[in-house]
């Protein structure tokens, strides 16, 4: 592995991501990260370094992401985040749940973006690609000092989680509202318990996730739930999506917004996978229902309008907008559009 020497520390500087994608293409995921380290948890941390923070993305409702870490513990089925792990040599199937980047350099490249005198703060989005908040974080807390370092340079954020550890920072979170404007979107597919252990191993309780949102907003930090996604034949019937949408209701979400799966290239391959060895009768229908990335555009619409009625049922005004665009051109969408209602 290459190493960095300074003056006057003797020990390597942490590799950057294209060092581990070069040691895992030539000796393994495990096998290549030699100074990683494998914790009781069952997954092996790398701490790498990073040359940027803030990552430009086109097409969305937002110019900018955050995410500090690169793989995921929460392990969830049909995340869209899966095919990433590619660019890294690892697998988009166990390797993204147990193979986890940690960028440990990143608050203090964060905080140099954030002071260059051609930012202008801007909405960014926190969290797209994996969780922030996922257990690793409760050691090298990178999303609480980022989420100061934003809060001093008054940048607007909208963070996506499924992490009930969002609440350890409510104060900052606060702090940020007043000088900017803060929004957090709690993902909550489902609070069906058979479904949720096992589309989402990795996640807390649904419940524990919906009781951080009401915490957060007594708190005075909007908060709202992604019910995202609506996994056809999981979660997809009006009896369970009545259930969720009424546990939202009841736990005082500021707002909810819903999308159907939707399954890119090495997702794609993963989510099959499982359900073919999980559920082989929906792996059947799924081969007919996703002949390409997205859902019929009228399933989709119908499972919206069903979404729609629960939610006025509820109280709970809808105030997104759907996943897919009008057009059937699945390439003009969104790659992160679980979180792609409307993004204030």
């Known amino acids: 592995m290459k190493v960095y020497p300074l003056l006057f520390d003797l020990t390597p500087q ?29 997954a092996t941390y790398q701490e790498v370094t990073c040359r940027s923070a803030l990552n430009r993305v086109e097409g969305m409702p937002f110019r900018f992401t955050l995410n500090p870490y690169r793989g995921c513990k929460h392990g969830c089925h049909y995340c869209f985040a899966r095919r990433y792990h590619t660019q890294f040599e690892l697998g988009v199937g166990d390797e993204f749940s147990t193979v986890i980047l940690v960028k440990k350099n990143f608050v203090e490249v964060l905080k140099k973006e954030l002071d260059k005198p051609s930012w202008k703060p801007e ?19 990178l999303t609480r000092r980022s989420l100061e ?23 900052v979170l606060v702090e940020l ?10 993902s909550v597919p489902t609070v069906d318990e058979d479904v949720w252990r096992i589309l989402e191993p990795g ?21 709202g739930v992604l019910m995202a996604p609506v996994v056809p034949g999981l979660t997809s019937q009006p009896a369970r999506l009545e259930r969720t ?16 799966l939707y399954l890119k290239d090495g997702t794609r391959t993963h989510f099959m996978g499982f359900l073919e060895k999980n559920f082989p009768g929906l792996f059947v229908r799924y081969q007919k229902l996703y002949s390409g990335a997205y859902a019929p555009k009228r399933y989709a619409n119908e499972v919206q309008a069903v979404v729609k009625l629960l939610q006025q049922r509820h109280g709970l005004n809808r105030r997104g907008k759907k996943e897919r665009p009008d057009d059937e051109d699945e390439d003009s969408s969104s790659e992160e559009s679980q979180s792609s209602f409307q993004w204030k």
């Open 149 to 171: 370092a934003l809060a001093h340079a008054r940048t607007p954020v909208g963070l996506i989680t499924k992490g009930p550890m969002v609440v350890r920072d409510k104060d």
């Open 123 to 141: 909405e960014v989005a926190f969290g797209t690609a994996t969780d922030p908040y996922q257990p690793i974080e409760g050691h090298y807390k």
């Open 14 to 42: 942490k590799p950057t991501t294209r060092d581990v994608a070069n040691q895992v293409k030539a000796h393994g995921a495990v096998e290549g990260l030699r100074d990683a380290a494998h914790l009781a948890d069952g």
């Open 245 to 260: 949408i009424q546990a939202i209701a009841d736990h005082g979400a500021a707002f909810m917004g819903a999308n159907v």
């Open 203 to 223: 996640t807390a309780h649904p419940l524990q996730r919906l009781r951080a949102v009401r915490e957060l907003n007594e708190a005075g930090v909007r908060a």
């Open 177 to 186: 509202g007043k000088r900017a404007r803060c929004t957090v979107y709690m």
